[in-house]
């Protein structure tokens, strides 16, 4: 399958690799595609990401990433989130699912604050402002490499959660989770219970403070 991921940080190279790992054509969408050697924070340069995937990754602009994606991701950081999806361009959105894996954080005070309430989402924002997409939350609650390898988790499967409108656009995004490895996939219901996922990440990012590592996640026992 061909798979746009927009955003060119840690989660967006985590997440794009594992995927041309398991046979998808990836291209990852970045506002200046031609700074193939520019580290992004923790993460390594584009052109380390483009030969770790052994050809089946690319680099390029938000559209023509968008362009070429049957399923788009949205790996860019909250509060860039628009305005990356606008870069990309509504017509290459137009029909297709829209996965959102971010989350909304102000850092201005220090101490990271999450900006989803029990009234929005980024999600909702995104269905808003591209109504032609089909738009899924999920993903958002865990760090990049629990994203893709579940099974780092002790103590057996633990949960992901799938919040969106569409039911095809969920039933494509619940595949794509079970290849990478996802057995307890928790369907939220309607994209307004995505303002509960986004409003898990004070908790997360205080659980990582106290236990010194993003290696967890959240288990629903029923």
């Given amino acids: 399958m061909n798979i746009a ?8 190279q985590t997440v794009g690799k594992k995927l041309a790992e398991l046979g998808h054509e990836v291209v990852i969408g970045t506002r200046h595609p031609e700074r ?12 380390e990401w483009r030969e770790s ?12 990433a968008a362009a070429h994606g049957e399923i788009v991701v949205n790996a860019v950081s909250g509060l860039a989130t628009l305005d990356a999806l606008h870069a990309a361009g509504e ?14 954080l102000d850092m201005s005070g220090g101490a990271p604050r999450s900006l989803a309430t029990d009234t929005r989402s980024l999600a909702e924002d995104i269905q808003h402002a591209f109504p032609e997409a089909r738009v899924v939350k999920s993903l958002n609650t865990m760090s990049a490499l629990v994203m893709v390898d579940p099974g780092l988790v002790p103590g057996g499967d633990s949960t992901v959660f799938l919040s969106g409108d569409d039911a095809g656009a969920k039933a494509q995004v619940a595949d794509l989770l079970r290849d990478l ?3 307890d996939i928790l369907d939220l219901g309607d994209l307004t219970s995505a303002r509960g996922a986004e409003m898990l990440l004070p908790i997360w990012l205080r659980l990582w403070q106290q236990l010194g590592t993003a290696t967890f996640n959240f288990k629903i026992a029923r």
């Avoid at 991921?5 to 967006?12: D, E, I, N, P």
């Avoid at 290459?92 to 971010?102: E, I, S």
């Fill in 5 to 12: 991921m927009l955003g060119s940080g840690g989660v967006g």
């Fill in 36 to 47: 193939l050697d520019e580290k992004k924070g923790y993460a390594g340069s584009l052109r």
């Fill in 53 to 64: 995937t052994g050809g089946r990754g690319r680099v390029a602009t938000f559209a023509d």
């Fill in 91 to 104: 017509a290459n959105l137009r029909g297709k699912v829209l996965l959102d894996l971010a989350n909304e």
């Fill in 181 to 183: 490895g996802w057995r």
